[in-house]
């Protein structure tokens, strides 16, 4: 992938994701994570190679289908793009209303999981009334709120404090466990190692690593889960030498 | 969704964006009253160039010895030529009349009448003067008129030609200024929509990018262009009829340009700038959109 600029950002980048996987995409900032992203949106076109998503080759998506493409994968952005305009409410209530939802069902699951990612009493601030971990949450709210089968994150915990980094890869596990394929980018390193999921390491728009630990239950419960990564240990037990 | 909720999204968008929607409204009511101003100051300036070109006409005047039977023959053939309109027989008796009126002294020291008859011949189109002088004396013939009683046919050839000249040109400049004027506020008000809307590109990526269509993007933007073009223009509208009222009025019984029967009625210029600031702020808010949908 070469951005018009003429940086190459992805080159030999080939990989596969199963379903109802959950996966970390790590690599120092730089090396072609947010590409990666951009690209299984069709944010952006690949120079060369091809995505297939779903069994679908993404070059074959014509550009007024896009919409109906995207509204299948739920995106937590690096830089959140919240609507600035709109309340927390209404920025999560918006990725319903693109899909038609009614009023009905708008009331029923925004409040639901406004609840889930702890923001219940911000509903009605606006975006720059919130923290940056807070944005970053209705970012999360918006790209769930539908049930995606995809849901793809972009550096989720980059304004997070450990704790509520925590929680936010505790939710992104309870996710995961409703069926829903995951893909999360990161260069928080440390946390990647605690979860012990499939791994893929870019490095200079190159995938250098590509390793599933296998160690992990994945019966494992959130509240195990949880436990887990706040424990000490710095390397899971099967990377030691 | 609902045409309900494109219209809350729109109010919504509008109260969030007030600085950016209050210049498109401003801009729209600033050119529709240039316009509202304009439009019949043309048309009257259009009409007194129509009425002074009206006035053109040939004058056939008669042998002194021509007999009411010989003028009446002549006022039929006259009639009977191409492109004439309308011929006006002036008697003797009347013009004397007419002309002692003017100037008494003059006529009482001659004692006699020594005024023609004469036959005021009005072309269909003020245009076509010069082929009804033509009829009426064909160069064929050496230029001499087509009934011996006719003495000599005069259209003050000079004078026409300027005549036709100026109103020509006062004719196509105002539709030239028009043209401009009209142009100048398309533009002006589509700069005003497409500053607003760079201002919120940001903000129509975001929506494409959680799965928007196009239109869904597009109508709250095209109703918030219509709400700003029709309030930009009823106020205008206000403004004009304020103005007409408070001060043309009063004045239209001793100006004629103002009361010039040719201006567009006042009902059908309203109509016409509501029309045009609608439709120009909510198609140009539709179409500046294009470019920022390309995501
Ligand atoms: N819009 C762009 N135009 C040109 N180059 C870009 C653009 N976005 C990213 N890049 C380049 O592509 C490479 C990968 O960027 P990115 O995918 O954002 O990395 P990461 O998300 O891992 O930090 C970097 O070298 C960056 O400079
Ligand atoms: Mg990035």
Redesign the interface.
């Known amino acids: 992938m070469r951005y018009p600029s003429g940086d190459v950002a992805l080159d030999q980048a080939t990989f596969a994701v199963d379903r109802e996987d959950f996966v970390f995409l790590v690599g120092a900032t730089g090396s072609g994570k947010s590409t990666v992203i951009r690209l299984l949106i069709k944010e952006l076109e690949p120079t060369e190679g091809t995505i297939c998503v779903a069994g679908r080759e993404l070059r074959d998506v014509e550009r007024k289908r896009v919409p109906y493409y995207r509204r299948n994968i739920g995106v937590v952005f690096q830089d959140f793009k919240l609507l600035p305009n709109r309340t927390v409410y209404d920025n999560v209530a918006y990725a319903l209303q693109v899909t038609g939802g009614t009023r009905k069902e708008i009331r029923e699951k925004v409040p639901d999981i406004l609840r889930l990612t702890g923001l219940s009493l911000k509903l009605h601030n606006y975006p720059d009334q919130l923290s940056g971990g807070e944005q970053q949450r209705v970012s999360i709210a918006r790209a769930f709120v539908n049930h995606p089968p995809l849901l793809l994150a972009d550096e989720p915990t980059g304004n997070l404090d450990p704790e509520t980094s925590i929680d936010i890869m505790r939710l992104l596990y309870r996710i995961n466990r409703t069926g829903t394929t995951v893909l999360v980018a990161t260069h928080a390193q440390a946390m990647v190692d605690k979860m012990r999921r499939r791994v893929l390491e870019l490095s200079r728009g190159r995938i250098v690593r590509d390793e599933a630990t296998g160690l992990y239950a994945r019966d494992e419960t959130t509240r195990e889960f949880a436990n887990r990564l706040r424990a000490p240990s710095t390397r899971p037990p099967g990377l030691e030498p | ?1 609902s045409f309900g ?1 494109f219209l809350r999204e729109s109010f ?2 509008m109260r ?2 007030a600085a950016p929607s209050f210049a498109a409204l401003a801009t729209v009511l600033v050119t529709m009253l240039v316009l509202g101003v304009f439009i019949p100051i043309v048309q009257a300036t259009n009409g007194a160039a129509n009425s002074v070109r009206s006035r053109v006409l040939v004058d056939v005047f008669m042998n002194t010895g021509a007999t009411p039977a010989d003028a009446a023959r002549v006022e039929r053939e006259v009639r009977a030529l191409p492109h004439v309109k309308s011929v006006q027989f002036v008697s003797k008796a009347q013009a004397y009349a007419q002309q002692s009126k003017l100037d008494p002294g003059a006529f009482t020291l001659l004692g006699s009448n020594p005024l023609p008859d004469t036959l005021h011949v009005y072309p269909d189109n003020p245009g076509n003067v010069l082929l009804v002088r033509n009829e009426l004396t064909p160069p064929s013939s050496g230029g001499k008129p087509i009934d011996s009683m006719i003495q000599t046919v005069s259209n003050k050839k000079n004078d026409t030609k300027k005549i036709l000249e100026v109103t020509n040109l006062v004719t196509i400049t105002a539709a030239v200024l028009t043209v401009l004027l009209v142009l100048a506020s398309v533009l002006l008000i589509a700069n005003t929509i497409r500053l607003s809307l760079y201002a919120r590109r940001r ?1 129509v ?10 239109w ?1 993007i597009r109508w709250p933007f095209v109703i918030e262009g219509t709400v700003v073009g029709a309030a930009g223009a009823v106020l205008a509208i206000v403004i004009l009829g304020i103005t007409k009222v408070a001060l043309l009025d009063p004045l239209a019984s001793s100006w004629t340009l103002i009361a010039a029967p040719q201006t567009i009625p006042f009902w059908a210029l309203l109509a016409l700038l509501l029309g045009a600031g609608v439709m120009v702020s909510a198609i140009g808010s539709g179409l500046s959109l294009r470019r920022f949908l390309r ?1």
């Open positions: 969704m909720f919504r968008a969030r964006n903000e990526e975001v929506m494409k990018l959680v799965g928007a269509t196009d869904f995501v």
